[in-house]
């Protein structure tokens, strides 16, 4: 296939603007699909992504294309848009030359579609911009047009206008792709220089590498080499992704495909790798910044017995999503377990759906913290810390705080989009979580961008939820109210014993909350018909000796429905 008939595009928008299905209608327009009434989000193909309807992984397709008498070869990268998952579309961009950037119609430009256009504009694609769903009533082009032309300086007369769902105009998307994005620069009697932009884990052929090839051939049963692993492998098959996987003999320079190669697991196919020919080493290409997770949580088995079921899944499931981190763990009221960090908290929720229902693993997971760095006074170093900084990700690991001069918290740089009726209450809401502001600036005449350095705690949890509902009533130090309402919750949940339980929440050694569980006088006598005064005496005495014995211990049988009742993230 001629390089200059090669086009690489991705697809990035904001949630639900209407990426996937795009490129349901691109597939179709295509004869990659048949064309059916059925034919949902094609490229999302696992089933959480079906449930929550949304996109998790980046997917590729390979489609043909007719256009003035010649035939284009245009490789579709398909990519998530919630935040969490930017690190997947940086992946995808370093792929292509394009991207389709598709904004709502009514909704306009928002959060994510920003920031992804700047991911694109950082890697110096073209970017065309795509007004999708103009076949609703409240669709005001127009609108969004003058948006664009505002924060991303592109002329409006550049934006194509469609509806994804009905198919209109679809047609010239495609034609704007040919004509707008550059063929790859790419020369194919160079030696084989290709990126590994993302890998799956297959359990019968192993890793399954996603590749774009930047210089050369690759056939199967050439000899590669990983550059970053130094490790040599045969290629046992290479194809395109049609969407399925489709075997050919060989992919060249400037195309996008797959390739197996006898790799046991991801770690050994490095997103952002370059694979080249074995005895003929090439300049690797540039690499990713690897992603760092920010959102640490528990994850025990619901029960001790299913540990070792629970590990083998998580160690499956990483083997596909290699941004997800492992630390062991253990909780004394939890048992064995792990640490878990995630990019952001729908990476989290999301993973823990795919291992109930991929693996049928059933778990706890606790509240997600994000990690936290404590500076120690140097006088104060002690051995088991060597460093004069130390990141904690447990809350469990902080160090005493008499050795500590400072801590750091994370913070992110966000953007909020909004009506400007709502500006001063956001502006509250912000503030409440000790957020920075950075800017603020008019995307019309009634749509604010406000841009907030936030720290990430404060957001990481139920941030969205607030914005969206800008209820009242923001604590600003939420300690107080996160450990009375623990408290209480243990309180409602733990069984009367036969002593009277103290429950505190405290900071150190500081308690800032506590509530009482009374004690029950158990009735043993209930049993005791008659005068058999011995046997009664017999029977208090064993009470107030189980009584002295429990307290000595002050051991409670905690049943674990408290722990998961009280634990649980909701
Ligand atoms: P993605 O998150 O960007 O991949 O968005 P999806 O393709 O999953 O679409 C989100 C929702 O918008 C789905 O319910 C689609 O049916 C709907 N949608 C997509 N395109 C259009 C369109 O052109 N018109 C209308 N009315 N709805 C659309
Ligand atoms: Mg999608």
Redesign the pocket.
């Known amino acids: 296939f001629p390089v200059e008939n090669i086009r690489n595009f991705s697809?990035i928008?904001?949630?639900?603007?209407?990426?996937?299905?795009?490129?349901?209608r691109l597939l179709e327009l295509t004869g990659t699909i048949d064309k059916t009434k059925n034919n949902?989000?094609v490229l999302?193909k696992l089933q959480v992504e079906r449930e929550r309807?949304?996109?998790v992984k980046a997917q590729t397709a390979s489609l043909f294309h007719n256009y003035e008498g010649k035939q284009y070869l245009l490789n579709l990268i398909?990519t998530?848009?919630h935040v969490d998952f930017s690190y997947e579309v940086s992946r995808s961009l370093a792929a292509c030359q394009g991207v389709l950037l598709?904004v709502?119609?009514n909704e306009g430009i928002q959060a994510q579609t920003v920031a992804n256009f700047f991911l694109a504009f950082e890697a110096q694609l073209s970017v065309i911009p795509v007004i999708?769903?103009?076949?609703?009533k409240n669709a005001d082009p127009e609108r969004v047009e003058n948006q664009i032309e505002k924060v991303f300086d592109i002329p409006s007369d550049e934006c194509i206008k469609?509806?994804?769902?009905?198919g209109?105009n679809v047609e010239s998307v495609l034609q704007a792709v040919i004509e707008r994005i550059p063929p790859p620069k790419v020369h194919r009697k160079n030696p084989l220089r290709a990126l590994v932009f993302d890998s799956t884990f297959d359990h019968y052929r192993g890793v399954v590498a996603n590749v774009a090839l930047f210089d050369g051939v690759v056939s199967k049963g050439d000899k590669i080499v990983s550059a970053h692993t130094q490790k040599t492998y045969e290629v046992n098959e290479v194809g395109v992704l049609n969407p399925n996987e489709q075997p050919t003999h060989k992919l060249y320079a400037g195309q996008v495909g797959y390739l197996i190669a006898g790799m046991k697991d991801v770690t050994e196919a490095q997103i952002g790798d370059t694979l080249h020919l074995h005895k003929q080493p090439v300049e690797p290409l540039p690499g990713f910044k690897s992603a760092k997770p920010m959102v640490f949580a528990g994850i025990y088995p619901v029960d001790q017995s299913e540990y070792n079921n629970l590990k083998s899944a998580i160690e499956k499931l990483t083997l596909n999503d290699s941004s997800v981190t492992i630390h062991r763990d253990s909780s004394l009221a939890l048992g064995a377990g792990w640490r878990l960090g995630f990019l952001g908290l729908l990476h989290m929720e999301v993973f823990n759906q795919r291992l109930e229902q991929e693996y049928n693993a059933s778990v706890i997971l606790t509240t997600p913290t994000v990690p936290y760095k404590a500076v120690l006074s140097s006088s104060k170093l002690i051995k088991e810390y060597r460093e004069k900084e130390i990141t904690i990700i447990n809350p469990a690991q902080f160090p005493d705080k008499s050795k500590v001069t400072e801590y750091l918290e994370p913070v992110v740089l966000g953007t909020i989009i909004t009506p400007d009726e709502y500006t001063g209450k956001i502006m509250m809401l912000c503030q409440a979580r000790r957020a920075v502001q950075k800017n603020m600036m008019f995307i019309d005449q009634n749509r604010v961008m406000l841009k907030y350095l936030f720290p990430l705690n404060e957001i990481v949890v139920d941030f969205y939820d607030s914005l969206k509902s800008l209820s009242s009533g923001y604590a600003r130090d939420k300690a107080h109210s996160i450990g009375k309402a623990m408290c209480e919750r243990l309180k409602d949940c733990l069984p009367r014993q036969l002593f009277e339980i103290a429950i505190q929440a405290s900071i150190g050694s500081k308690i800032i909350a506590r509530e009482t569980v009374k004690a029950y006088r158990k009735n043993v006598l209930a049993k005791c018909y008659g005068g058999d005064i011995t046997r009664k005496m017999k029977l208090l005495k064993r009470q107030a000796e189980g009584k002295k014995k429990l307290r000595k211990i002050g051991n409670i049988e905690v049943p674990k429905d408290t722990f998961i009742k009280v634990l649980k993230t909701q």
Request: aromatic residues 0%; charged residues 30%.
């Open positions: 697809i928008a904001h949630v639900d603007h209407g990426k996937s299905t795009l490129a349901d949902k989000q999302d309807g949304i996109t398909d998530p848009g598709v709502d119609a999708n769903k103009i076949d609703l469609i509806s994804a769902k009905l209109t």
